[in-house]
C-alpha cells in the first residue's frame, strides 16, 4: 500500500520502508529449490566395465542380478583405472577388519556414484566404506549390539517381531539385492563376514510363514504388518502374492507396508510384467477387503533417484498401490545436511511420487559410529528442513530407541550432553514386557557418538568402556 500525504498546495508520495509480504526471493534463502534440474539415467557406459552395455541388457532384470558386484575383483572390471588404489585397499583392509555386510551391489547402484572422486561419493560412502571412513578412536559405541533393537528378542514366532500394539514386522528371508553397511538387522542378513557370523533362521520358511500367518489370525489386536526380510525384491512374486493375499483374508488386517531397498537398487525388477501382474492382482484385492497397501523404500541420497527409479514407483501407483513412501537413514557425509536432506526429498517427491517418511538416527550396531549423528545433530536437521516442503511431505526424524520404538528427536525426556546419554520414555509395552510393571515409568537409554561429545564427556567413556574397539 502506497500513503498519499495531502500537504497544503502538494501532494507528496510517501513509500513504506517495510519489505511487502510474499517477495523475499529464492537466492536469499538458505536452501534454493531447483526445480527445473535436468532428470537423466546416467550413462553406464561412461564405466569401463560397462562401455558395451545396451539399454535393453541395462534394464533387464536378470542382467542386473547376473552382473551384481561380490567381490573387488568384479569392483575393479567396473571401475578400472577411476578407482584408486588408495580407495581399493581400503575397502580391501574395512572388508576384513570392520565390516559387518559382506559387499553387494547391483549395477544399477553403481552407476550413481560418482567415479571422478570416489573417495567422496555419498553412495559409496555407505556402500562401499573403506576403513580410512571409519572413526580410529570409536569407530563402535561401548553400547553398541548386534541386534540393537532386541527385534528377535520379540518374535512371537520366528521372524515375526511384535513390538508394537497393533503392529507387527515379518522378516520374510534374509537375503537382499544389496546389502548396505550400516544394516540394522546385520546380525542376520547377508552372508558370514570375518567379523560376523550370521544367524540363520531355524524353521524352514514355508512353516515359518504358517506359523505367522495363524499368530496373526489368533492376535486380533494387530491390524497392521510390514511384510520386509531382508528386501522382498530377492522373494519369488509367487510367495509374496501368496503370503499377502493371505494377511489379506484375515479380517483384523487393514494396513500391508511391502518393505524394499531393492525398488532403488534394482528398480528393473519392479518393471518386469510377472512381479507387476501379482503386484496388481493384490492392490486389486486390496481394494476389494478394504485393505492399505503401500510400499516403502529406502533411498539415502538423490543421486539415487533416477528415472528408472521414478518408472518403476510410479507403475506402483497406477496399479494401485496407496501410496510409495521413503524411510530413508541419517547417516553422515551422505544426507546429514539441510541441503543434501531437501534435494533428496524434492527428487523423490517431484520426479518420482514416492512420499518422503521418515529418516531414522542411524542404529548402534557395531562398527557404524562413523555415519550416526548425536541426537542434538538430528534436532537441528530436523528444525532447518522444516517449511520448505508440504506438511503433509515433510519428513520425520526419528530416533529408534531399544525397547522404546520410534520417536521423534525432539521427544526426549532429558539429555546429558556431556556424556552424550539421552532419555526416552514409552507408552505402551512390548511382548517382553508384560509382567514388568516399571516399563511405563522407566527411563531408557540412547547414546550419542563419543567422538560428538566433549573432552570430558570422551574421558568419561573412556573410563566406562569396556573395549571402545
Not at 557370523?197 to 514355508?206: A, D, E, G, H
Not at 494396513?255 to 486389486?284: C, N, W
Not at 562413523?370 to 528444525?383: K, N, S
Request: proline share 7%.
Amino acid at each position: 500500500m502506497i500513503n498519499e500525504v495531502v500537504n497544503m498546495n502538494e501532494t507528496k508520495t510517501v513509500r513504506p520502508t517495510w519489505k511487502p509480504a510474499g517477495k523475499v526471493g529464492a537466492s536469499e534463502q538458505p536452501f534454493k529449490y531447483h526445480f527445473s534440474r535436468e532428470f537423466i539415467e546416467p550413462d553406464w557406459r561412461r564405466l569401463p566395465g560397462y562401455k558395451d552395455v545396451t539399454r535393453a541388457e541395462w534394464e533387464t532384470a536378470l542382467w542386473q542380478r547376473r552382473h551384481t558386484v561380490k567381490n573387488l575383483k568384479e569392483l575393479s572390471a567396473v571401475f578400472g583405472n577411476l578407482l584408486p588404489d588408495s580407495l581399493l585397499a581400503g575397502i580391501e583392509r574395512d572388508i576384513r577388519e570392520r565390516a559387518t555386510m559382506s559387499l553387494l551391489i547391483p549395477p544399477q547402484m553403481l552407476n550413481t556414484m560418482d567415479e571422478k572422486d570416489l573417495w567422496n561419493d555419498p553412495v559409496r560412502l555407505y556402500m562401499l566404506p573403506a576403513f580410512e571412513d571409519r572413526n580410529p578412536d570409536w569407530p563402535s559405541h561401548p553400547k553398541s549390539s548386534r541386534d540393537s533393537l532386541h527385534e528377535a528378542e520379540m518374535w512371537a514366532v520366528e521372524g515375526l517381531t511384535h513390538r508394537y500394539p497393533t503392529k507387527v514386522l515379518a522378516e520374510m528371508l534374509s537375503t537382499c539385492p544389496q546389502y548396505c553397511g550400516h544394516c540394522t538387522r546385520m546380525d542376520l542378513v547377508g552372508n558370514d563376514v570375518p567379523q560376523v557370523t550370521k544367524l540363520k533362521f531355524q524353521i524352514p520358511q514355508k512353516d515359518r510363514y504358517e506359523q505367522m500367518l495363524e499368530y496373526l489370525r489368533i492376535t486380533p489386536s494387530v491390524r497392521d504388518v510390514v511384510v520386509s526380510g531382508g528386501d522382498l525384491a530377492n522373494l519369488p512374486i509367487g510367495q509374496v502374492e501368496s503370503f499377502v493375499s493371505a494377511l489379506m483374508d484375515l479380517p483384523n488386517i487393514k494396513d500391508i507396508r511391502l518393505a524394499t531397498k531393492g525398488l532403488m537398487g534394482i528398480p528393473q525388477h519392479f518393471l518386469q510384467d510377472e512381479v507387476l501382474q501379482g503386484l496388481e492382482r493384490l492392490a486389486k484385492k486390496a481394494r476389494e477387503r478394504g485393505v492399505d497397501i503401500a510400499v516403502h523404500t529406502h533411498v539415502n541420497n538423490a543421486r539415487q533417484v533416477t528415472p528408472l527409479v521414478a518408472k518403476a514407483a510410479k507403475k506402483l501407483l497406477e496399479i494401485g498401490f496407496r501410496d510409495v513412501r521413503n524411510q530413508g537413514v541419517l547417516l553422515r557425509g551422505v544426507n546429514t545436511s539441510p541441503k543434501e536432506l531437501l534435494d533428496l526429498c524434492f527428487t523423490l517427491l517431484d520426479q518420482a511420487k514416492i512420499m518422503p517418511y521418515y529418516f531414522y538416527q542411524c542404529d548402534m550396531i557395531p562398527n557404524a559410529e562413523h555415519w550416526r549423528l548425536a541426537i542434538h545433530e538430528a534436532q537441528q536437521l530436523q528444525h532447518e528442513i522444516m517449511g520448505y516442503l508440504p506438511g503433509f511431505a515433510t519428513p520425520r526424524v526419528v530416533c529408534d530407541v531399544p525397547f522404546v520404538g520410534k520417536r521423534w528427536v525432539h521427544q526426549l525426556k532429558d539429555y546429558d550432553r556431556e556424556k552424550g546419554i539421552s532419555y526416552w520414555t514409552k507408552n505402551y509395552k512390548t511382548g517382553i514386557e508384560t509382567d514388568d510393571a516399571e516399563a511405563l515409568t522407566r527411563r531408557y537409554e540412547y547414546y550419542d557418538p563419543v567422538y560428538t561429545l566433549p573432552a570430558s564427556g570422551q574421558d568419561w567413556w573412556r573410563g566406562h568402556a569396556v573395549n571402545p574397539h
